[in-house]
Structure formats: structure tokens, C-alpha cells
T-cell receptor
Framework: ETGVTQSPTHLIKTRGQQVTLRCSSQ?????VSWYQQALGQGPQFIFQ???????GRGNFPPRFSGLQFPNYSSELNVNALELDDSALYLC????????????FGQGTRLTVV | TQLLEQSPQFLSIQEGENLTVYCNSS?????LQWYRQEPGEGPVLLVT?????EVKKLKRLTFQFGDARKDSSLHITAAQPGDTGLYLC????????????FGQGTELSVKP
């Protein structure tokens, strides 16, 4: 059974650019959630995808968008990057949308300069 | 304002000491989870508690969910340097699986 994997592990982008982060969910899991973790803070919920549809969104602007594919892997896209977008982006997969337990990937460290 | 408040935010103790980390809220949660996170890694799930008053033990770690399901605590007995890390509590509201609200974390350092 493979765990949650994210790519890339580190990324440096310039303000105003766009970025795509990728996540492969754990085998058998159909739900993926994305979180942003700023330095010294707990993760903040961005949105969740369940069976290729957005299933809830946190307090993030529309320039944060996502996709989920038929194999339940997912992408997080951020447009018009701002300096404050610098953070660790975490992907978590759950067996299904109603399942409590979430299993996290190692994260993507995004630095915006 | 933080929906889940963790305390203390930082804790530095000697090996062998006991400690308790608290996670408090004015809101009711369907369940509450505790995670441990090491630098540059994602959080790793330690335990999930779902019933008010529930107590779960994981070796030297004891987790408790408050009777009203608004708060939780993590107690570590005889801490070891390997316990060093960021401890995060995360709550699920209204059975919204996977949409977790996290506390700001407790950074624990256990010195040999």
C-alpha cells in the first residue's frame, strides 16, 4: 500500500507567477484535502475534492483552485502568487469524504520571492 | 481568532519528565485528532477520539476528549528525546470528514 506522495518537494517562484502542486492519494482513498501551513502555524484548510468534485472550501481566494482526476490524484493551482503564499502545502487523503482520519503527504515547500 | 487554542505553544523539558498539552475550544467537535509533525514533513496521525470523556493510550501517550467534546489533552509520561516535535490537535466539525480545523501547535523539545 503506497502512502500519500507530493511533488515537487521544494519550489521557488516569483511574485505574480502561477504554480501547480501535485498529490497522489493513498491507495483506495477517494478524497483529497489541501492545507496551507505557514511557518510556526497549524495547517489551514484550503479545499477538499471527493470523486473529482470540490466538496468544501476554506477561507482562500479564487486564485487557489484545484482538480481531482479519475485515479483520485489531485492538483492545487495558485495564480498570481503573492509573497504571503510562501508556505508548506500539504495534501491529505481520506478513505472517503465522510471518513474522519486524514493521512498527510510530506508537503511541498513553496517560496515566493 | 483561533478556533482551537493549544497551550503551551513551546515546551522544553528534560528527558524523564512528564508533560501535558492542552487543546481548547468554545465549539463542539464531532471528533478530534492529534498529530505529530517533524521539520519538513507532513503531520502523522497519532490518535482519533470521538466520544465525550474518551481516553486512549498509546504507549507513554494518553489522550483525553472532554465530556462536552470541546477540548482535549495529550499527556506524555517519562518523555524521551524521540518525542521531540510539533504536536497538533485537529477537530472535525459536524461530521465533515477530512475538513480539519487545526490548532497552532505545541513545539516540544526533550533534552537528554
Amino acid at each position: 500500500e503506497t502512502g500519500v506522495t507530493q511533488s515537487p518537494t521544494h519550489l521557488i517562484k516569483t511574485r505574480g507567477q502561477q504554480v501547480t502542486l501535485r498529490c497522489s492519494s493513498q491507495s483506495g482513498h477517494n478524497t483529497v484535502s489541501w492545507y496551507q501551513q505557514a511557518l510556526g502555524q497549524g495547517p489551514q484548510f484550503i479545499f477538499q475534492y471527493y470523486r473529482e468534485e470540490e466538496n468544501g472550501r476554506g477561507n482562500f481566494p479564487p486564485r487557489f483552485s484545484g482538480l481531482q482526476f479519475p485515479n483520485y490524484s489531485s492538483e492545487l493551482n495558485v495564480n498570481a502568487l503573492e509573497l504571503d503564499d510562501s508556505a508548506l502545502y500539504l495534501c491529505a487523503s481520506s478513505l472517503t469524504a465522510s471518513n474522519t482520519e486524514a493521512f498527510f503527504g510530506q508537503g511541498t515547500r513553496l517560496t515566493v520571492v | 481568532t483561533q478556533l482551537l487554542e493549544q497551550s503551551p505553544q513551546f515546551l522544553s523539558i528534560q528527558e524523564g519528565e512528564n508533560l501535558t498539552v492542552y487543546c481548547n475550544s468554545s465549539s463542539v467537535f464531532s471528533s478530534l485528532q492529534w498529530y505529530r509533525q517533524e521539520p519538513g514533513e507532513g503531520p502523522v496521525l497519532l490518535v482519533t477520539v470521538v466520544t465525550g470523556g474518551e481516553v486512549k493510550k498509546l504507549k507513554r501517550l494518553t489522550f483525553q476528549f472532554g465530556d462536552a467534546r470541546k477540548d482535549s489533552s495529550l499527556h506524555i509520561t517519562a518523555a524521551q528525546p524521540g518525542d521531540t516535535g510539533l504536536y497538533l490537535c485537529a477537530g472535525e466539525r459536524n461530521n465533515q470528514g477530512g475538513k480539519l480545523i487545526f490548532g497552532q501547535g505545541t513545539e516540544l523539545s526533550v533534552k537528554p
